[in-house]
C-alpha cells in the first residue's frame, strides 16, 4: 500500500494535519493553520520530486517548483497575517469544540490530497512519460497561467495587507487596486494557480489518472461554496452592509471574472 504515491501522499497530509490539530487544540490557537497547510503542500512535493523516479528532468523541476513557490509564498503571508492579526476569528466558535475544529483540519487534510493529486501523479511519472511531457505544449501554456495567477495573487494579497495595516482604514472596506476589478482577485489568481499546474501535468495523464481533473475543480468549489466567498460575503455584510458605498460596490462588481462572474 505505501508504495502506491496516492495512498502515501494521502497518509502524510492526514498525519500532518491530525497532529497539528492536537497541538492546536490543546492550546487554542489557530496560528498553525494556514502555516501547516501550505507547508503539506510543500513537504510531499519535495518528498516525492526528491524520492521518486529521476530528479534531473527540467519537467519534473518545473512541476515541483510551482506548487513550492506557491506555498512559500502563501504560507509566508498567512503566517505574517495571523501573527498581525492575533487570531482568525472564523474559528472562533469551532475552535472550543474539538469534533468542530477537528473536521477542519480532516477537511484540509483530505482538500491537500485532492488538489496535488497532478503534481503526485506526474512526478512519479515513468521516464519516458516525462521525456514526452517535455515536449507537449500544455507545460508552458500551464506555466504561463500559474504565473499569471500567482501574480494576481500575490498583488491582491499585498494590496490587501497594506490596506488593512494602514492607520485610518478602520471600518472601511477594500475597493482600491485588483479590487476595483473584481470583488475577490485573491481567490481568482488561486483558482488560475490550480488549473495552470494541473494543465502542465495532464501529458502524463493516463486512463483513471485524469480523475485528477478534480484537483482545479476541487479548490473552485472550495472558495466558491464552502471556505472562500460564502465565509467572507457574510463576514462583509457583517462588517459593511449599512453602507451604501458598499452595497453599490457588490452589486456592480463582479466576484472572479469582471463580466461574466
Known amino acids: 500500500?505505501?508504495?502506491?504515491?496516492?495512498?502515501?501522499?494521502f497518509i502524510i497530509s492526514m498525519t500532518i494535519n491530525v497532529i497539528v490539530f492536537i497541538i492546536a487544540y490543546k492550546y487554542q490557537t489557530d496560528k498553525l493553520t494556514d502555516l501547516t497547510y501550505s507547508f503539506t503542500f510543500l513537504l510531499i512535493t519535495i518528498a516525492f520530486f526528491f524520492f521518486a523516479g529521476t530528479v534531473d528532468h527540467i519537467y519534473r523541476v518545473l512541476i515541483a517548483l510551482m506548487p513550492s513557490l506557491w506555498s512559500i509564498r502563501l504560507g509566508s503571508y498567512l503566517f505574517t497575517r495571523v501573527l498581525t492579526k492575533g487570531k482568525d476569528h472564523r474559528f472562533d466558535e469551532m475552535r472550543p469544540v474539538w469534533w468542530r475544529f477537528g473536521s477542519f483540519w480532516v477537511i484540509q487534510g483530505v482538500s491537500i490530497w485532492v488538489i496535488l493529486l497532478p503534481v503526485v501523479i506526474a512526478l512519479t511519472a515513468t521516464q519516458a512519460q516525462v521525456e514526452e511531457a517535455s515536449l507537449s505544449v500544455s507545460l508552458p501554456i500551464g506555466a504561463a497561467i500559474f504565473l499569471f495567477g500567482l501574480l494576481v495573487e500575490t498583488v491582491a494579497?499585498?494590496?490587501?495587507?497594506?490596506?488593512?495595516?494602514?492607520?485610518?482604514?478602520?471600518?472601511?472596506?477594500?475597493?482600491?487596486?485588483?479590487?476595483?476589478?473584481?470583488?475577490?482577485?485573491?481567490?481568482?489568481?488561486?483558482?488560475?494557480?490550480?488549473?495552470?499546474?494541473?494543465?502542465?501535468?495532464?501529458?502524463?495523464?493516463?486512463?483513471?489518472?485524469?480523475?485528477?481533473?478534480?484537483?482545479?475543480?476541487?479548490?473552485?468549489?472550495?472558495?466558491?461554496?464552502?471556505?472562500?466567498?460564502?465565509?467572507?460575503?457574510?463576514?462583509?455584510?457583517?462588517?459593511?452592509?449599512?453602507?451604501?458605498?458598499?452595497?453599490?460596490?457588490?452589486?456592480?462588481?463582479?466576484?472572479?471574472?469582471?463580466?461574466?462572474?
Not at 500500500?1 to 501522499?9: A, G, Q
Not at 495595516?165 to 471600518?171: D, I, L, Q, S, V
Request: aromatic content about 12%; charged content about 15%; some cysteine.
Open 1 to 9: 500500500m505505501l508504495s502506491n504515491p496516492l495512498v502515501l501522499s
Open 157 to 261: 494579497d499585498a494590496q490587501k495587507f497594506k490596506f488593512r495595516t494602514t492607520a485610518g482604514n478602520e471600518g472601511k472596506f477594500m475597493e482600491e487596486g485588483l479590487f476595483s476589478i473584481v470583488r475577490f482577485p485573491n481567490y481568482t489568481g488561486e483558482i488560475l494557480v490550480w488549473l495552470g499546474i494541473f494543465i502542465a501535468c495532464t501529458p502524463v495523464l493516463t486512463g483513471v489518472e485524469w480523475l485528477a481533473m478534480i484537483s482545479p475543480v476541487w479548490i473552485t468549489s472550495l472558495l466558491l461554496g464552502l471556505s472562500g466567498i460564502p465565509l467572507l460575503e457574510k463576514s462583509n455584510e457583517e462588517k459593511y452592509g449599512h453602507l451604501p458605498a458598499f452595497q453599490q460596490y457588490r452589486a456592480s462588481t463582479a466576484k472572479l471574472i469582471p463580466g461574466v462572474y
